[in-house]
Structures are given as structure tokens and as C-alpha cells.
């Protein structure tokens, strides 16, 4: 299962890569454009041009930090270590589906299986959270056992 955990790890930072080249490009784009409006004769014209390239900056550069963000979450996961319950960096197997419990980036296919790699402050990471192996719990009114934790 290690293998598999690395794989997985491997395939969420390439996801969170793409969307860090993503918001680099666009910051720079917005950089670009706001430096290269010029003054118009229409004045009020150019400062609503500027300041919605400033906004769409602003909002490109948070996208960018937040996706750092997330690959330092990556960047700090232990996967050599042993879990006895569901944690962070955790591979958790239910009756119903796989989870890694890193960053909340949706599905993964790894070796042809799906794999949901979600945050510890999703719903079912919440849940699922301090769980061992054998435990049941309810979600959207199923009854969910875990089957293995590694």
C-alpha cells in the first residue's frame, strides 16, 4: 500500500502543479495588461480598467497562494509512517470507496482504481477522522465501514 500512497501523493502534487502554473500565469497576464493600459482621453475609462485588472491580480495571486498552500500540505505528508486510525496522510479503504486524506482535490485514479484524496475538514474527512479499522459510521444516511488503514 505504500506504493500506492506514493502514487498518489505523486498524482495530487502534478494536479496542484497545474493549478500553480495556472495562477503564475495568470498573475503575470494581469501584471502585464495593467502595465500596458495606457492613459485614454477617456480618464474614468482607464481607472475602471486598471482597477478591474487590479482586482483580477488580486484574485489570481490568492488562487496562487492557496495552491501553494496546498502543496506544503503535500510537501509535509509522512507516508512511511503507520496509522492506527484515520489521520492526515492516511490511505484510508471503506466498503464503498478509497480515501486519501490530504488536500480536498476530488478524485484519483492510480494502478486503474479511483481514489478520493479530500481534506480532514471535508465532511467525510471529518468523519472519518480518529476512526479504526473495522469502525462504521453514517454518511448521507449509508452506513460506512472501514475495511483498512495504512
Do not use: W
Not at 8 to 15: C, D, I, M, T
Not at 56 to 70: C, G, P, R
Amino acid at each position: 500500500m505504500l506504493n500506492t500512497k506514493k502514487k498518489l501523493l505523486e498524482a495530487a502534487k502534478a494536479v496542484v502543479a497545474v493549478k500553480i502554473k495556472t495562477a503564475e500565469t495568470a498573475v503575470a497576464s494581469a501584471m502585464e495588461s495593467k502595465l500596458n493600459e495606457t492613459k485614454s482621453s477617456a480618464g474614468d475609462k482607464f481607472e475602471t480598467g486598471r482597477a478591474m485588472m487590479q482586482v483580477e491580480q488580486e484574485k489570481s495571486e490568492m488562487q496562487l497562494s492557496q495552491a501553494n498552500q496546498l502543496m506544503s500540505i503535500l510537501d509535509h505528508l509522512d507516508l512511511g509512517k503507520s496509522y492506527p486510525q484515520a489521520a492526515l496522510g492516511a490511505l484510508v479503504v471503506t466498503d464503498q470507496h478509497s480515501y486519501f486524506l490530504s488536500i480536498g482535490i476530488g478524485k484519483l485514479i492510480v494502478d486503474d482504481k479511483i481514489f478520493y484524496a479530500i481534506s480532514e475538514l471535508s465532511p467525510i474527512g471529518e468523519l472519518l477522522i480518529g476512526k479504526k479499522k473495522g469502525e462504521t459510521f453514517s454518511f448521507r444516511e449509508q452506513v460506512i465501514t472501514l475495511q483498512q488503514i495504512c
